[in-house]
């Protein structure tokens, strides 16, 4: 059993051709400018969405973490034990418990009932998260059956799992969708809670072993994206050229931050989405180092 928060179909930008994405709770890190904040806890979590919230009073009763103030819901988190019957009295949708135990069989049945696109495109079933490699059992189960089924397989992930998980993802021939967020450990530590030795070991076993990697660099205005952010990005790139496919960009956008409000949580780190002239910079800095980089979508 694993848990899960979301499974989102017709994906193209997480690998090759038409993709489902299952999405699981649980990651290691905290960079502060996380996209998915829903996914950073194990356990299943309280989502309330106050521009859908009409104040109706319908969740109230027999709930001790609610009350109304100002015309809108608040709840006490504390108090909240995640019964779901709030979900089920809300009229307007604003109310979801995000996460649910689920069986990876029947995850997989979900998923395979578009084998029909994946078979045409070249396309299959990408696990992200979250992090994968935070609950492995239950991804490796979810490889497994894809591969068994005859479908592509990827693991979009931030390296900070077990070897163990790594050499198994491997052998079953998976994809990687590495991120590589910060070269300098200290400043990597500061963004994201830890620092990066062991992303860097991860990635390079999976070099070593001609794993198929696409290194993904989420650069957020302000934050990692300095001169010398990017030129030691590009120097570990080059010296590792022709171990990974391509360098994929991923732009900051402020997506997470609803996400996080949702949840009850303060966003770390706030900003306007990244402007095209920024991305711009980025790509250009990189195509100057020779380095095949892309912008994801």
Not at 201 to 214: C, M, P, Q, T
Request: some cysteine.
């Amino acid at each position: 059993m694993g848990t899960v928060f979301n499974i989102q179909k017709f994906c193209l930008h997480d690998g090759d051709g038409i993709r489902t994405n299952v999405f699981l709770k649980g990651c290691p890190l905290r960079c502060i400018w996380c996209h998915n904040p829903e996914g950073l806890e194990r356990t299943p979590s309280l989502s309330l969405s106050e521009s859908r919230c009409t104040g109706c009073g319908r969740c109230l009763p027999g709930c001790p973490a609610r009350e109304i103030k100002d015309g809108k819901v608040t709840v006490d988190r504390s108090k909240c034990t995640l019964c779901g019957k709030c979900v089920k009295a809300c009229l307007s949708g604003a109310c979801e418990i995000i996460g649910k135990e689920r069986d990876a069989r029947d995850v997989m049945r979900e998923v395979l009932k578009d084998k029909i696109f994946f078979d045409n495109s070249g396309g299959g079933l990408t696990v992200s998260g979250g992090e994968p490699s935070y609950q492995p059992e239950f991804t490796l189960e979810l490889l497994r059956i894809a591969k068994d089924a005859g479908i592509g397989i990827a693991v979009e992930t931030c390296g900070a799992g077990s070897r163990d998980f790594y050499e198994k993802a491997a052998d079953l021939g998976a994809t990687f969708l590495y991120d590589l967020k910060c070269m300098d450990p200290v400043r990597h530590k500061k963004f994201t809670g830890a620092d990066n030795g062991k992303i860097l070991d991860n990635l390079e076993y999976l070099f070593s072993r001609g794993a198929d990697v696409i290194v993904r660099i989420p650069l957020i205005p302000g934050v990692n994206d300095t001169d010398g952010d990017i030129d030691a990005l590009c120097r570990y790139l080059t010296d590792h050229d022709k171990k990974y496919r391509y360098a994929e960009i991923m732009p900051y956008h402020k997506l997470g931050v609803g996400k996080a409000r949702k949840i009850g949580t303060a966003p770390a780190h706030e900003s306007e989405n990244a402007t095209q002239e920024e991305i711009d910079r980025w790509v250009a800095r990189f195509r100057q180092n020779g380095i095949d980089v892309r912008v994801s979508k």
